[in-house]
């Protein structure tokens, strides 16, 4: 029985004769290449994030090197190749682009791109080649770096690699008449995008064409959950300088003009004709210049009303102050999403934001906190309704709802869009 199917030089199969160990390696592969296809698997070892991290700081260091944890937790081999030089000293608003931080021992991070030097962007291709890199995921805040982003993107698809763009914005904040070109150029070097909001996502549609429309997945930025757990309220204000027995609305973050800081200081005045045990407490770095809010604070009256906490904050404080807030306030503007009302999710804290870009998305009003207009009365009359409530109350009114609502922002739901954008 077994001479009807051996032959001399080895075994018949499915698939033909087998000769040799190499053939019937190749005949295992046959069979795992059919079973991957019909399951539509795209396994991915080894996944490159191309943008900003240690040694820089700021939202998006801090957002590349969670996501890479992520990706190390589910099971894949990932590298940062970030800049050498990000921004030239002249176009960076801020005191340093630099943290103190010590580098962290469980990444990989290599500094290689300069944003401007396009022979590095071509080291970094060949970087990214040598290591075999199977997926390359990048940041994209700002026209600013789509030639260097964008050429390392649409260099590395033609070696096979793929390409996803997770979209922090697509129209900046402050535009310039040469952002579209520059976003248009970027947007064709990739295979795939990630927004967070509605908003950025229907701002990407708008530079695709029609047989492109389908490549852009919506999923909200997940939780900032890397700064450390809450401490009690008291001690952070014992740390911070803080008053304990006053409402603390915390304004975080770099203070630029679209983030509002001048309606929510005209606002905190109305608001604190009614109620003198309001403080504001403003922290973050001026990214433009500061003398227009002293001056502003002097008009309303407000000189130790505010508390100005204007270094920048580093990560190992960022609890501290979300730990001593009653209330997060985000007046902004102009908006996408923001990181910020994820750490306060994190923390637990209720919310004001304005109606703008994606935050209302994000942040059910009446629930997690408030949804105001860009409107000084509107944000006055939130704040107003939120100091009234009784001081035992004020917490548990919206935790509940926050506490559910959080579970939404988990990061393994943001690297699954990335992997479905794989297949």
Known sequence: MRQRYKKKCGYTTFFGKITTFRHFSLHICKIYCIFALKLQIWFIVRIGIVGTTWPYRGGLAAFNERLARQFQAEGHEVEIF???????????????????????????????????????????????????????????????????????????????????????????HEPHFWDRWLIRNFVRSVDRFVAMSESVRQDCLRFLPADRQDCVALTPHPLYDNFGEAVEKLEARTILGLPEDKIILLFFGFIRDYKGLDLL??????????????????????????????????????????????????????????????????????????????IAYHFEKPML???????????????????????????????????????????????????????????????????????
């Open 265 to 342: 200081m005209r606002s905190y005045a109305q608001a604190r004709a009614k109620s003198q045990d309001l403080l504001l407490v403003v922290a973050g770095e001026f990214y433009n210049n500061s003398e227009q809010y002293k001056t502003l604070e002097k008009e309303l009256k407000l000189e130790g009303s505010i508390a100005w906490h204007t270094d920048f904050i580093p990560d190992d404080k960022v609890r501290l102050y979300f730990s001593a807030a009653d209330l997060i306030v985000q007046p902004y503007k102009t908006a996408t999403q923001s990181g910020v009302t994820q």
């Open 353 to 423: 934001v304005t109606n703008v870009g994606g935050l209302a998305e994000i942040v059910p009003d009446g629930k997690v906190g408030y949804v105001c207009e860009v409107d000084e009365a509107s944000v006055a009359d939130a704040i107003s309704r939120f100091a009234a409530i009784e001081p035992k109350q004020r917490e548990q009114q919206f935790r509940k709802h926050i506490k559910t609502e959080k579970q939404k922002y988990a990061w393994s739901k943001m690297t699954a869009h990335i992997y479905d954008h794989t297949k």
């Open 82 to 172: 970030t800049f050498t030089m990000q921004y030239p000293d002249f176009l960076f608003p801020g005191k340093t682009q630099y943290s103190d931080d010590p580098e962290p021992a469980d990444l990989s991070i290599t500094r290689v791109m300069n944003s401007i030097n396009p022979f590095t962007w071509i080291k970094t291709v060949r970087m990214i080649r040598r290591k075999q890199i199977d997926l390359i995921v990048i940041k994209f805040w700002i026209p600013l770096m789509a030639p260097c982003l964008g050429s390392i993107a649409r260099w590395s698809r033609r070696h096979g690699v793929r390409v996803v763009s997770i979209l922090d914005n697509v129209i900046p």
